[in-house]
């Protein structure tokens, strides 16, 4: 009986090990996944674009935004992001800045033309909607590798090729994920598809990216995302035209007072 028992035990101590190296080995695989594909866009520069939001209510019906965006790349930081709303109307005027970081929290702010002054957007409430759509103010962030903690699921067939699957999970005790899932394509290792999970695990969001394009030589972009609502049944679209890249953007661009500036 006793040799049974040890037997038992050192074949349970086994496979723990086993199990334990796996777990391991998939995480690092999906770092390394995950750093390649920051590689690989890295040295950009700055860039400006301008975006269609499309808003769809669960019913169907949908209303149009005009915006202008504009990005700078800082090294040793995370990048910076403006957005300047043009149309409709009633959003005229509102911009949007971000200041990403890879270790610490994100800069955010909102210039509200009507109050006229410029919001800073707490920690807390990050996991909010970005003025009315299905995009997250935590989804407008640069993709910064200490923000997650990667773990390789599986490969997996995607549209025309194949793709990784690879877990991320949030660093931020603010974050409205308790997951996403990433299906990164082998060949340029772009996202294909994220699903997003809310605090309670359950499945909240879908990003769809299409529309792929090759920028000076090196650097691809989506044209069209797709950001699905499963709970509430609403969807936004994000449509990307004109794409430029080293405009002569600089820091300046992108300190609080440009949310007032520029128009």
Known sequence: MRNY???????LSLVSAVNCATLLADEAKGLAIAQERKNRDAGWGDSESLTSMILRSAGGDESRREMRTAALEVQGDGDKGLTLFDEPRDVRGTAFLNHAHPTAEDDQWLYLPALKRVKRIASRNKSGPFMGSEFAYEDLSSFELAKYRFNYLRDEPCGDGQCFVIEQTPAD???????????????HYQPIKVTYYDRKNSLLKTLSLEDYKLYLEKYWRP????????????STDLLIHNIRFNTGRTAADF???ALQRAR
């Open 5 to 11: 028992l040890s037997t038992s035990l050192l074949l």
């Open 173 to 187: 005790e603010y974050s409205g994920y308790s997951k996403t899932v990433a299906w990164l394509d082998k060949t």
């Open 223 to 234: 044209h069209k995302l797709t950001m699905e609502n499963h709970q509430t049944g609403k």
């Open 255 to 257: 300190d609080t007072n």
